[in-house]
C-alpha cells in the first residue's frame, strides 16, 4: 500500500535537527514522490532505479539513498547513506498521516414543500342524476339546486352552466362568492325558472 504521507527527521550542516510530515505531491516512476522546503533548500524524495533517493530536484542526483526499501513506501529506518545529512531518518506519519479535513462546513436547513394534494371541489357528487321539482307556486313544491367550485387562484375563471340534453350551454347562472373563503364560488339553479323558459326536460350543471 502506498504511503501518502511520510515523517522525515533530518538536520544538516545549516539546519538544526527537524522533524516534518509530508503528504505525497505526485508519482515519479511508478511510486508517490515528496517534497518540502525549510529556510535553505527544496528537497525531493522518490523512487529510482530499485531504491529511495533524496535529491535537490526530482529525479536528480542523490543527497542520500537505501537500496533495502520497496516501490510502496519509504524505508522506515536510519540506515539512510549520505554525506549531506548529518541525522536522517525516515518513518511512518502519526495518527492519520498528517491528512485531515480541516474544512468547516456549513448547511442551512431547508423546509421541503409539501406534496400538492388537490381540494375536494365537489367531484365525487359529480355526474348525479337526481329528480328534481320545479313550480313558480309553493316554495315547497320547487326545486333549487347549488353548487360550487374552490379556485387555484385569483387568476382562474369559473361559470357556472346548465346544458340541455344535447350537451349545448342554453343558460348561465350568476356567479356569487363566498364571504370567507378566497377564491370559492358558488351559483344557485332555480328549477322553477327552468321550467318557466325551458320547459320539462333533462337538464346538466356543469362548471367550466
Same mark, same amino acid.
Given at each position: 500500500?502506498? #504511503?501518502?504521507?511520510?515523517?522525515?527527521?533530518?538536520?544538516?550542516? %545549516?539546519? /538544526?535537527?527537524n522533524?516534518?510530515?509530508? =503528504? /505525497?505531491?505526485?508519482?515519479? !516512476? $511508478?511510486?508517490?514522490?515528496?517534497? +518540502?522546503?525549510?529556510?535553505?533548500?527544496? *528537497?525531493?524524495?522518490? +523512487? =529510482?532505479? $530499485?531504491? +529511495?533517493?533524496?535529491?535537490?530536484?526530482?529525479?536528480?542526483?542523490?543527497?542520500?539513498?537505501?537500496?533495502?526499501?520497496?516501490?510502496? #513506501?519509504?524505508?522506515?529506518?536510519?540506515? +539512510?547513506?549520505?554525506?549531506?545529512?548529518?541525522?536522517?531518518?525516515?518513518? /511512518?506519519?502519526?495518527?492519520?498521516?498528517?491528512?485531515?479535513?480541516?474544512?468547516?462546513?456549513?448547511?442551512?436547513?431547508?423546509?421541503?414543500?409539501?406534496?400538492?394534494?388537490?381540494q375536494?371541489?365537489?367531484?365525487?357528487?359529480?355526474?348525479?342524476?337526481a329528480l328534481v321539482? $320545479?313550480? !313558480? $307556486?309553493?316554495s315547497?313544491?320547487?326545486?333549487?339546486?347549488?353548487?360550487?367550485?374552490?379556485?387555484?387562484?385569483?387568476? %382562474?375563471s369559473?361559470?357556472?352552466?346548465?346544458?340541455?340534453?344535447?350537451?349545448n350551454?342554453?343558460?348561465s347562472?350568476?356567479?356569487?362568492?363566498?364571504? =370567507?373563503?378566497?377564491?370559492? *364560488?358558488?351559483?344557485?339553479?332555480?328549477?322553477?325558472?327552468?321550467?318557466?323558459?325551458?320547459?320539462?326536460?333533462? *337538464?346538466?350543471? /356543469?362548471?367550466?
Amino acid at each position: 500500500m502506498a #504511503c501518502d504521507c511520510v515523517k522525515i527527521t533530518y538536520s544538516t550542516g %545549516d539546519v /538544526a535537527l527537524n522533524t516534518i510530515e509530508v =503528504n /505525497a505531491s505526485g508519482t515519479f !516512476n $511508478g511510486a508517490n514522490y515528496y517534497t +518540502w522546503t525549510d529556510d535553505f533548500s527544496t *528537497y525531493f524524495l522518490f +523512487w =529510482n532505479l $530499485g531504491q +529511495w533517493e533524496f535529491s535537490y530536484t526530482l529525479g536528480g542526483s542523490q543527497l542520500a539513498f537505501i537500496k533495502d526499501g520497496v516501490i510502496d #513506501c519509504p524505508d522506515f529506518s536510519d540506515t +539512510w547513506i549520505t554525506e549531506v545529512f548529518i541525522t536522517l531518518v525516515t518513518s /511512518a506519519c502519526d495518527g492519520n498521516c498528517g491528512i485531515e479535513d480541516r474544512i468547516y462546513r456549513k448547511y442551512d436547513s431547508i423546509k421541503l414543500p409539501q406534496s400538492f394534494v388537490e381540494q375536494d371541489r365537489g367531484l365525487t357528487e359529480c355526474c348525479c342524476v337526481a329528480l328534481v321539482l $320545479g313550480s !313558480n $307556486g309553493k316554495s315547497w313544491e320547487n326545486d333549487v339546486t347549488s353548487f360550487w367550485m374552490k379556485l387555484s387562484d385569483n387568476l %382562474d375563471s369559473v361559470s357556472f352552466d346548465i346544458l340541455d340534453c344535447s350537451g349545448n350551454i342554453i343558460d348561465s347562472f350568476t356567479t356569487t362568492a363566498f364571504p =370567507n373563503e378566497p377564491n370559492a *364560488y358558488y351559483a344557485t339553479c332555480d328549477w322553477g325558472q327552468i321550467l318557466s323558459t325551458y320547459g320539462p326536460g333533462e *337538464y346538466t350543471l /356543469a362548471i367550466t
